[in-house]
């Protein structure tokens, strides 16, 4: 009972919020550092194609990038209300 | 230019800037309390203090001192007024005009300065000051909200649900300049277009063609395939619509620092005419990809039909907020990156000097960086809705 007393505080709310919004900068530094290794190996191996990997690279970050916003955006909602 | 002399031309000019920087936080030093936003008491608690007869000291002991949390907030969210410079007390900002619509009562129209930045009331509304939880309904009316409000200061809530606001706020105007903007630039090229027929582009014309000639090939014409030519109004629209608010957003000076996609309601509105665009043009394939996916057992359907129909409203939503997060996320990074000096400079003013430079420059990469992140997400949003587009069209002809 303790544990969930402590648990529904609102402080160790918004803790948790970001947390998870942190945990979610994670998540998106991973999936990036992903894409980019694999963006600069295939560059390395056929540099003339370098502006269509560019291109297709910047579009995958973005989209990595909307999820790991969501998360964030909720980290904000929780943390500041 | 040499190596050595090209390092050497940048060190000169860092070396320049610094110096620069170093003196000029000198005179940032010399004022006391400049730029440190004291936090605003409540206009109660001020109205009492003016009746009482007293001045309002902006002196050490009621100095609130720097509130980052509040003065991100106030930048990132919306304004009945634009606020140029200034602290709280002594603002230099010009108002906006309220327009509000009383149920039974018709129109009122009247600028925002009436309200003295929160500390009266006018005509029976006023701001809130701070979020209001009602004892009698329940209702939260939210803080920075005009609602109609006695002289006391208390929310009149019969009268408030009569009550539609239509005023032209910060991002209201600024929607509205990008909007001339936009109209401007454009009615500009095409009429260079029709006047140099034949001939090679000149001026803003070479600088839009490529781009308009971008959306086209590189987004809509591999996305949505032959009848892409009815969806490039729309995709076109967007992408510099949410591009130049995306600019202007950055940009420091008055009119133009409002956080317009920033604020939810616009990219809820963008997403909500690509799933309109997309739900009136989708054919049968499309619908029944979605309902009855087709080669799937009757079982699993009964799984995959809710997820798609789920997935159907989540992609606008995802749509929503990939670019509200990012462009929001970005402001509010900058901002604390600035609110670094004033936060260092509570301590003493030294220490704020010593943070200010290496504070500046982050801000001018972030601004650099936060710059092509707009770009990128004008085009993420206009490759997405293409995307969806193509789908909603796809004949694939086997079926």
Redesign the interface.
């Known amino acids: 009972m303790e544990f969930l007393t402590i648990l529904l505080d609102p402080a160790i709310a918004k803790a948790g919020a970001v947390i998870g919004a942190g945990i979610a900068a994670l998540g998106a530094g991973v999936g990036i550092g992903r894409i980019g290794g694999s963006a600069l190996e295939s560059i390395a191996r056929q540099p003339e194609v370098k502006g269509d990997i560019a ?1 297709n690279m ?2 995958a970050a ?2 990595v ?3 790991a ?2 998360a ?2 909720l980290g ?1 909602i929780v943390g ?1 209300a | 230019m040499t190596p050595n002399k090209y390092i050497g031309y940048i060190l000169t000019r860092l070396l320049m800037v610094g110096f620069f920087f170093f003196g000029g936080s000198f005179v940032l030093a010399a004022q006391e309390g400049h730029g440190e936003h004291a936090a605003q008491d409540s206009s109660l608690h001020e109205e009492a203090i003016h009746a009482a007869g007293q001045e309002i000291h902006h002196d050490y002991e009621t100095h609130k001192g720097f509130e980052p949390g509040k003065m991100i ?1 106030e930048h990132i969210g919306d304004a009945y007024d634009l606020h140029f410079w200034g602290s709280h007390e002594h603002p230099v900002s010009m108002p906006l005009p309220v327009i509000i619509y009383q149920s039974g009562e018709g129109f009122k129209t009247f600028l925002s300065s009436r309200f003295h930045h929160g500390h009266d009331t006018y005509q029976g509304y006023g701001i809130l000051q701070e979020e209001y939880l009602s004892p009698v309904t329940g209702k939260t009316y939210f803080k920075g909200k005009i609602v109609a409000m006695n002289e006391q200061g208390s929310v009149n809530e019969e009268r408030n649900a009569g009550l539609y606001n239509f005023s032209i706020t910060k991002n209201a105007l600024a929607i509205f300049i990008s909007v001339i903007l936009l109209i401007l630039i454009m009615t500009s090229v095409a009429k260079a277009y029709k006047k140099r027929e034949g001939q090679a582009p000149k001026g803003l014309q070479s600088f839009i063609e490529p781009i308009i000639l971008f959306v086209r090939d ?1 987004v809509a014409k591999p996305a949505i395939g032959k009848n892409y030519a009815k969806f490039m109004p729309y995709l076109l629209t967007i992408f510099f619509f949410i591009w130049i608010n995306n600019i202007m957003g950055l940009i420091p000076l008055a009119p133009f620092g409002a956080n317009v996609t920033g604020n939810v309601a616009v990219p809820i509105v963008l997403a909500l005419f690509t799933f309109v665009i997309t739900t009136m043009n989708g054919n049968g394939h499309y619908w029944r990809h979605i309902f009855a996916m087709p080669g799937v057992p009757l079982p699993v359907l009964l799984i995959v039909t809710p997820i798609e129909i789920m997935g159907m409203f989540l992609k606008p939503i ?1 749509l929503v ?2 670019l ?3 462009i ?2 970005g402001h509010i990074v900058l901002l604390v990156f600035f609110s670094l000096i004033f936060m260092f400079g509570e301590t003493s003013t030294g220490v704020g000097l010593g943070v200010a430079v290496p504070s500046v420059i982050f801000t001018l990469l972030l601004n650099l960086l936060e710059l092509l992140v707009g770009a ?2 004008a ?2 949003f206009t ?1 997405l809705s293409a995307i969806y587009f193509g789908m909603a069209v796809v004949d694939d002809g086997h079926h």
């Open positions: 291109s910047i579009l973005a989209l990038e909307g999820a916003f969501g964030l955006a904000f500041l | 907030m590189d995802v907020i990939r509200f997060a990012n929001t996320a990128i997400q085009y993420v490759l």
